[in-house]
């Protein structure tokens, strides 16, 4: 499901990603899920999550990837709302 956002007169489509309770932790404020689970073929620079309950949503921007020590292997993508309150963790399995 896309939604088009027009932010600094640049129009792009947003990928919009159902989430469900367990992949959020309070502890940090971080949602997680593996790449696979969602049938992510790219990792988009934007994506929404949305809750298929409340129909709630927020916002995320790519910020960084953890890598191996050799910088060949990504094992996750880390984005951040815009107030980074809000964390979410893309598991590359």
């Known amino acids: 499901m896309k939604n088009i ?5 640049t129009i792009f489509a947003v990928l ?10 309070k ?3 971080t949602f997680s899920f593996e790449l696979s689970d969602k049938n ?3 990792v988009p620079k934007f994506l929404r999550l949305r809750n298929p309950k409340t129909n709630n949503v927020m916002d995320f921007e790519f910020f960084k990837e953890d890598k191996d020590a050799s910088g060949e292997d990504t094992y996750g993508f880390w984005y951040r ?3 980074k309150k809000y964390k979410l963790l893309i598991i590359n399995d």
């Open 16 to 25: 919009t990603i159902d989430i469900e309770p367990r992949d959020f932790s």
């Open 27 to 29: 502890k940090d404020n």
């Open 81 to 83: 709302t815009k107030d």
């Open 5 to 9: 956002n027009k932010i600094a007169n």
């Open 40 to 42: 992510l073929g790219t």
